[in-house]
């Protein structure tokens, strides 16, 4: 795909819109990653409904499931963000666009790191 | 005359009681709609492995919830809106590489997302949450 940036622009990673570029590619890129891990997220989920307490930890807890869980949920977490973003670039202005998308930003940081501490904890025993 | 003075006789559009719907703009809208709640489905998520990790007690309040008639509904529209987004997503790369942008490819390629994402959806629904 071309590069339309001016070399300015590209040497400062920055579009016409400040950080559009960069932005974009991060949704594409979110976007493709998220294609085999929401799959094999909603097949997960199909297959566990009904299980109890232990299952769902043993589950939760296996070394793939572990690793392929953060990835869900940090990934989807960041592509979702990325996406509200835009969503309330086109609905809100001035101070209240910026608090409403530093607020999205920070509830998915925090929710992020708080599952990853979840899962950890629950891999290694805690 | 200048153009900001040109009497304007042109239509306004869109104009939202005489907007002719059609498959193009509703499964765009839908993807905003679905991809707004397939975030807060993200926090939902995040949420499960928390009270997972809380113990049992808090656990079984986690599991009461999604098995009363507004956890079903939580879920399911966890499901549908996944599969819809992640059709109508992957539509939207073959966009970006420049892929199907002729008005018949659009139709095409949307009826294809709508008839996919129904049929996993009324799959998974019935599979997972057991309606049948
Ligand atoms: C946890 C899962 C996901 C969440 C929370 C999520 C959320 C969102 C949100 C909020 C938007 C912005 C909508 C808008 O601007 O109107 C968006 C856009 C997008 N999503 Fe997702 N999404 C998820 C999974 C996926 C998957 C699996 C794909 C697969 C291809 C995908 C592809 C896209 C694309 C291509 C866009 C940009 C659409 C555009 O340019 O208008 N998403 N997503």
Redesign the interface.
């Known amino acids: 795909m071309d590069d339309r940036r001016t070399p300015l622009a590209r040497a400062r990673g920055l579009g016409s819109a400040k950080d559009g570029v960069g932005h974009w590619w991060a949704q594409r890129l979110t976007a493709i990653a998220l294609i085999p891990l929401v799959v094999w997220f909603a097949v997960s989920l199909v297959m566990l409904s009904g299980a109890d307490y232990a299952t769902v930890r043993a589950w939760i807890g296996s070394p793939l499931v572990m690793v392929l869980l953060i990835l869900t949920i940090g990934i989807g977490l960041h592509h979702g963000q990325l996406g509200l973003q835009v969503v309330l670039e086109d609905y809100t202005d001035g101070a209240w666009r910026v608090v409403w998308i530093v607020l999205v930003k920070f509830i998915a940081a925090v929710f992020g790191l708080a599952a990853i501490v979840a899962i950890l904890r629950i891999g290694f025993g805690g | 005359m200048s153009v900001v003075n040109r009497p304007s006789n042109r239509p306004l559009s869109p104009h939202l009681q005489i907007y002719r719907w059609q498959l193009t703009s509703v499964l765009s809208i839908l993807h ?1 709609a679905t ?2 709640a ?2 807060v489905g ?2 939902y ?3 499960w ?2 009270y ?3 113990g ?1 007690r808090a ?2 309040l986690f ?1 009461d919830f999604n098995a009363s008639i507004l956890g079903r509904i939580v ?1 399911g529209g966890w ?1 549908f809106s ?2 819809y987004h ?1 059709c109508n ?2 539509r ?2 073959f966009w ?2 420049c892929y199907g942008f002729e008005l018949k490819d659009a139709y095409r390629s949307g009826w294809i997302v709508v008839a996919v994402s129904l049929l ?1 959806t009324v799959l ?1 629904w019935i ?4 309606l049948v």
């Open positions: 905003r991809g707004i397939l975030s993200a926090l998520l995040a949420t492995v928390m997972a990790a809380a049992p656990y079984a599991q879920l499901l996944a599969f992640l997503g992957i939207h790369l970006d590489a996993a998974s599979v997972g949450l057991r």
